[in-house]
Nanobody, 122 residues
Framework: QVQLAESGGGLVQAGGSLRLSCAAS????????VGWFRQAPGKEREFVAA???????VYAGPVKGRFTISRDSAKNAVFLQMNSLKVEDTAVYYC????????????????WGQGTQVTVSS
């Protein structure tokens, strides 16, 4: 079993940047994909990005070119660099460990962090 903890959220103006971190404990991420999801009030949890054990990345359309996912296997951590933030990026951001199947589906992730709030003001 793995425990995940996100950090780095906060309040930022539109156009600004934030870097989210996801630290794992209990076991390593190993060969699993690690994903970032977000959930805005009244909306479903949506896929943001994922990274494979060897650095392969996948991004959702709305964040492609603005967000960068990376991992530090030595530190058992995954990061999400968010640039050119928009008001519509406001949400609680979660990291999660993939268990198999389609990467975009939250139901295919079995371990989740508690989330970190990102608020982008206009």
């Amino acid at each position: 079993q793995v425990q995940l903890a996100e950090s780095g959220g906060g309040l930022v103006q539109a156009g600004g940047s934030l870097r989210l971190s996801c630290a794992a404990s209990g076991r390593t991420f190993g060969s699993y994909y690690v994903g970032w999801f977000r959930q805005a009030p009244g909306k479903e949890r949506e896929f943001v990005a994922a990274i494979s054990w060897n650095g392969g990345t996948v991004y959702a359309g709305p964040v492609k070119g603005r967000f960068t996912i990376s991992r530090d296997s030595a530190k058992n951590a995954v990061f999400l660099q968010m640039n050119s933030l928009k008001v519509e990026d406001t949400a609680v951001y979660y990291c999660a460990s993939h268990s198999g199947g389609i990467l975009y589906s939250a139901s295919n992730y079995n371990y989740w962090g508690q989330g970190t709030q990102v608020t982008v003001s206009s």
